[in-house]
């Protein structure tokens, strides 16, 4: 309550100051300006309050959303690389599919790829087929031991 009576206080008393200096101004462009300046100066005395506010500091972590954004990175290219081995994976299963028809092979494919999309290993479920063994070995690349052969 004190600094609102403190307050109140210097507003009256700048009023009455520029009051005073006004009225002993010469009319004209004197007395216009010494109204115009205190004017300024009763506004600042009714603003003053303001000033002593302590305005909270807006730093910025930086590091700290550094970080946040390279994981945000880091899980999206895990996701996007995921996504990309699993479509190559199904793409890789339906040509081989399509390939074990051409040679007489009933057979249903299950590709694991890595990220790149580099077949790592393949399930055929159905009869072994020596031929489509030897054609996956030469051109896919997925050697024998990493075919796996589900009969019946």
Known sequence: MDHLQQWL?????CSLLVSVACRLCPDG???Q???FAGGLLVLCALLDPLSAWELPDPAIDLDRYRAAVEQAEREL???ARAAFSDGIARRLAAYIEDKAGQLGADVRAEVTADDRGVPERVTLRGAYCEALSAWLAEELGVAKEKQEWIEG
């Open 9 to 13: 206080f210097s507003v009256v008393a």
């Open 33 to 35: 300006l010494a109204r």
């Open 29 to 31: 462009a004197p007395r």
């Open 77 to 79: 290219s895990g996701t």
